[in-house]
């Protein structure tokens, strides 16, 4: 997708191969894809011009580090302005502050899934800066320095949210794609729930609320017995889910050596009304070497206490994301149905 963005003199640049990720909050780019004349205003720690804000972002995979800024948003044919940004890479990697290089190898999003930015979409809204403890810096002339999080405005908010309409969810809709696909696929997002004709939610829905008290909003996940929080994230390629007695590969992929398919049981944070099975696809050995449908994932053991529903979850459904705290969630939501197109 693409997301154009605008600089504090009003000058703009279309960003295209943006990841849509449901699995964060906030837009981050890469320096190395903005135009030099581009100019951002820093965000600061309590208004000091000479203290600019840098942040680190970890995930399972290593990390990424850059200056935090305002700019201004456009997707969709909707614009809004003063939007938290991260501009990744920006500075001499060899500066990156030791706790958070420690954390792998840097992320970086042209080389492993061809991405210039990153749209994070998550139902939350945002992510508190308490997640980043640790990880939120200024620069001085003796290097980068930790300062406390509280001190600065929250870093990482979903965009959408910020919009003037059509800004309490969405909808992410892929086709079904088949084991021997070699062609590249299309979805569409669809911003906004129940306020225009093009997103209304059907009864039919599956929907579980998740946990407001999380910056990802997790749901409840039953995995052969095991207990853990769930989430479903388009921004990673495989599926992550333990508890299952299926064999592992050297590359730590499920690997039997015929198709499986299993349920796991998906429920509301707090064990409410309803809880749903959800048939997951079949797996084989070497879906790897599949041009559109990833393999099947890592296996995430039930200690770790996460089930991530990754892309190949996305395929042949229609995802809905209620906003928190939008009028239309008091909770953020995840629903899905099968996409009959």
């Not at 492993?112 to 939120?136: K, Y």
């Not at 003037?164 to 969405?170: D, E, I, K, S, V």
């Not at 939610?201 to 609320?209: E, G, H, L, N």
Request: hydrophobic share 30%.
């Amino acid at each position: 997708m693409s997301v154009t963005l605008y600089d504090e003199n009003g000058e703009s640049q279309v960003i295209d191969h943006v990841l849509l990720d449901t699995g964060s909050s906030g837009f981050k780019v890469l320096k190395s894809q903005l135009n030099s004349s581009l100019t951002f205003s820093s965000i600061l720690q309590g208004n000091n011009p000479e203290s600019p804000i840098s942040s680190c972002v970890t995930y399972g995979s290593g990390y990424m580090f850059g200056s935090n800024n305002l700019a201004g948003l456009q997707i969709g044919g909707q614009r809004a302005d003063n939007v938290p940004i991260q501009i990744i890479n920006d500075g001499s990697q060899s500066s990156v502050p030791d706790n958070c290089s420690s954390n792998g190898r840097f992320a970086n999003l042209l080389q492993t899934s061809g991405a210039r930015g990153i749209l994070g979409v998550n139902p939350m809204t945002f992510e508190s800066n308490s997640t980043l403890q640790n990880l939120i810096y200024v620069q001085t002339s003796s290097g980068f320095v930790n300062i406390v999080e509280s001190s600065v405005q929250t870093l990482n908010v979903n965009p959408l949210s910020l919009l003037m309409q059509n800004n309490n969810g969405l909808i992410i809709s892929y086709p079904k794609v088949s084991k021997n696909s070699t062609i590249s696929i299309y979805g569409t997002m669809v911003m906004g729930l129940n306020t225009t004709s093009n997103n209304v939610i059907p009864s039919t829905i599956q929907s579980v609320r998740g946990n407001p008290n999380t910056n990802l909003g997790y749901f409840d996940v039953n995995e052969n017995g095991w207990p853990v929080s769930g989430i479903f994230d388009s921004g990673t390629d495989t599926l992550a889910l333990g508890g299952y007695n299926i064999p592992v590969c050297n590359d730590s992929s499920f690997c039997p050596s015929s198709p499986v398919t299993f349920s796991t049981i998906v429920s509301n944070y707090d064990g409410g009304e309803s809880s749903y099975i959800m048939q997951t696809v079949s797996s084989v050995q070497g879906l790897g070497g599949y041009a559109v449908l990833p393999y099947w994932g890592t296996r995430l053991l039930p200690s770790s206490g996460l089930a991530v529903y990754g892309l190949p979850f996305f395929y042949g459904r229609n995802v809905y994301l209620g906003f928190y705290d939008s009028g239309t969630s008091t909770t953020p939501t995840w629903g899905y149905a099968a996409n009959t197109n």
